[in-house]
């Protein structure tokens, strides 16, 4: 015996509502894409400039217990995080502090950094700060540009993959899907406000192979469709094909989701922005492919 979610002769018409579900479509990617203009986005440290100490101590690092220790200074955006550093010593706990550029500062003040390692030394006693790194606003601002370039090359890369593989029009369907995956996540990071930083844009090329990989698999039924049923109405074959993956669809993207939001439950605040990308990445994937 094996599950079936979606039964064989399942027979839903997608396009019956085309005209309100393309335009829906379009009016959300147009309003994000407004959104994300007008309020901008929540750019974490990788993308604002700060400043990495680098902690060790014998006792573990009790994240939530460094950030109420740094709470009174008012740095802005901290992360905090336990690291594994094989180079240490086994019976030392290594964290990673970052902290925000200050306003009108390039590069973090020594009074800055004793304050913060007062403030830690009242949880940690024995804490040493074994490294600090900043990085200004110039360098911030170039990986912006190189984040942001690297998902405009993933997208011209599958345009000419989908291209080869099927035929122009496939390519331009399937890059029009993950432009409006890609567009309506960042949109949603605006409007909420979350922390965009780097593990986000990981997330969003994650969000591009994950949706790209669905579409491929309704286009393969597609073509085999085309080929089988050349008397049949385009409009026809297309809902068929969808019909026919959609089991694999919702099994796939279901199980994604369960343990996305395992992970967005439980995973701490370290990751939350990656996996909140990620399941809404799923979401919209998932939607845009159909």
């Known amino acids: 015996m094996r599950l079936r979610l979606i039964p064989d002769d399942t027979n839903i018409d997608f396009f019956k509502h085309a005209k309100l579900t393309f335009g829906a479509s379009c009016v959300a990617v147009l309003l994000a894409l407004a959104v994300w203009f007008t309020m901008g986005l929540n750019y974490g440290i990788d993308f604002r400039g700060g400043t990495t100490l680098r902690t060790q101590s014998d006792a573990a690092v009790d994240v939530a217990a460094y950030r109420e ?82 998902v405009a090359a993933s997208l011209g890369a599958i345009l000419i993959y989908i291209w080869l593989r099927f035929e122009w029009q496939f390519s331009v369907g399937a890059v029009a899907a993950l432009f409006h995956d890609v567009v309506l996540t960042i949109g949603v990071f605006s409007i909420l406000q979350i922390r965009f930083d780097l593990p986000v844009i990981a997330a969003i090329l ?85």
């Open 206 to 290: 994650t969000i591009i192979g994950y949706s790209i990989n669905d579409t491929v698999v309704i286009f393969d039924r597609l073509r085999e469709n085309l080929r089988k049923y050349k008397k049949r109405d385009l409009r026809e074959i297309m809902n068929l094909s969808v019909n026919e993956t959609l089991s694999r669809t919702l099994m796939t993207s279901g199980t994604t989701l369960l343990a996305l939001i395992a992970l967005l439950v439980l995973g701490g605040d370290v990751i939350r922005g990656f996996v909140f990308a990620i399941t809404w990445g799923v979401v919209v994937g998932t939607y845009s492919s159909v």
């Open 69 to 150: 220790a740094l709470a009174p200074l008012e740095l802005g955006d901290v992360s905090i995080s336990e690291v594994f550093d094989p180079a240490s010593d086994s019976t030392k706990h290594v964290a990673m502090v970052r902290i925000q550029a200050q306003e009108g500062e390039e590069a973090a003040s020594p009074e800055m950094i004793q304050n913060v390692e007062q403030a830690l030394q009242t949880v940690a006693p024995n804490i040493v700060f074994t490294s600090v790194e900043s990085v200004g606003p110039k360098v911030s601002g170039e990986l912006i540009q190189t984040a942001f370039l690297a």
